[in-house]
T-cell receptor, first 114, second 112 residues
């Protein structure tokens, strides 16, 4: 079964450093998303991406965050200057059609900012 | 932000019996609802969804019921199996928005 692949599975970074989280969505999917889950809290929407541009973003997704689809297969989330509160599980997801058909999520990248 | 609430953090059910997971929402603009299942160290897996124009949707052992007047939905799993032990999230979306708003999750344990 096709799957969304995220790398790395765990990343530890120092506060203030830039991190790039990588995702390979399912190849024929058109919509791409990032969500995060801080330990013990809800899964929260960050951003959706369609047709090579951001289609929607949350208030969490401030200027420190950016997304890119640099080639036909990768979808990345960059955090420019990490803060302690960015420590979370980051999930990438993709869908062929809109959300109403359910996304396929990756297994997540656990980001730890120290 | 408590737009979607799952008030039971955990639920324990005997194998073979019915599991009922509940979810409440406050935003009357929500018009699409989804349930996801999550195992440890994995991402959420889509289970079943329902549009606000329906009050029931069924897929095998899983049935979702929507009560719009009460702003309440529930997921029924019949019969419950050990492999159903996981965290279950309900999620909702409004209009054409791509964003899903998730509840806190309910940890379901199926006992043999």
């Amino acid at each position: 079964e096709p799957e969304v692949t995220q790398t790395p599975s765990h990343q530890v970074t120092q506060m203030g450093q830039e991190v790039i989280l990588r995702c390979v969505p399912i190849s024929n999917h058109l919509y791409f998303y990032w969500y995060r889950q801080i330990l013990g809290q809800k899964v929260e929407f960050l951003v959706s991406f369609y047709n090579n541009e951001i289609s929607e973003k949350s208030e969490i997704f401030d200027d420190q965050f950016s997304v890119e689809r640099p080639d036909g297969s990768n979808f990345t989330l960059k955090i420019r200057s990490t803060k302690l509160e960015d420590s979370a599980m980051y999930f990438c997801a993709s869908s062929l059609l809109t959300k109403n058909y359910g996304y396929t999520f990756g297994s997540g990248t656990r980001l730890t900012v120290v | 932000d408590q737009q979607v609430k799952q008030n039971s953090p955990s639920l324990s059910v005997q194998e073979g019996r019915i599991s009922i997971l509940n979810c409440d929402y406050t935003n009357s603009m929500f018009d699409y609802f989804l349930w996801y299942k999550k195992y440890p160290a994995e991402g959420p897996t889509f289970l079943i969804s329902i549009s606000s124009i329906k009050d029931k949707n069924e897929d095998g052992r899983f049935t979702v019921f929507l009560n719009k007047s009460a702003k309440h939905l529930s997921l029924h799993i019949v019969p419950s199996q050990p492999g159903d032990s996981a965290v279950y999230f309900c999620a909702a979306s409004a209009g054409g928005a791509q964003k899903l708003v998730f509840g806190q999750g309910t940890r379901l344990t199926i006992n043999p």
